[in-house]
């Protein structure tokens, strides 16, 4: 399993993916990251996707809030993984969320799991 973060030309194939999740929502879509940047407490997010065997198995959009020089970082309403068998996901993700949180420093991550 390898954890990828999305550019722009990927969000599509992330937007598929999303959508056939079964625990899919707005919150886990491009445009909600879109909208999120926008808002000047926040202004950046990530699309952090899980492959396996080329396919996307996984992931979360994520989204970071400032606060007074300090951030944390939210995956509202997700991650979108398969929460039968979440080890290896849940693992593989954080990997590839460490890197952001400590650019960004990050206090915290949130997660809204089912």
């Known amino acids: 399993m390898k954890a990828k ?3 722009k ?3 599509a194939e992330w937007l598929k993916f999303a959508q056939s999740h079964p625990l899919g929502s707005i919150h886990q879509s491009p445009c909600w990251g879109h909208f999120q940047a926008a808002v000047p407490s926040r202004g950046k997010y990530w699309i952090i996707a899980l492959y396996d065997n080329g396919q996307i198995v996984g992931g979360t959009v994520l989204i970071r809030h400032s ?3 300090y951030s944390w970082l939210y995956a509202a309403r997700g991650p979108l993984i398969d929460y039968r068998h979440p080890k290896e996901q849940l693992a593989a993700l954080l990997d590839a969320i460490e890197p952001i949180a400590k650019e ?3 206090v915290f991550l949130r ?3 089912p």
Do not use: H, R, S
């Open 5 to 7: 973060i999305l550019n």
């Open 9 to 11: 030309g990927e969000e």
């Open 104 to 106: 960004e420093k990050a």
């Open 67 to 69: 606060v007074k020089g």
């Open 111 to 113: 997660i809204d799991p």
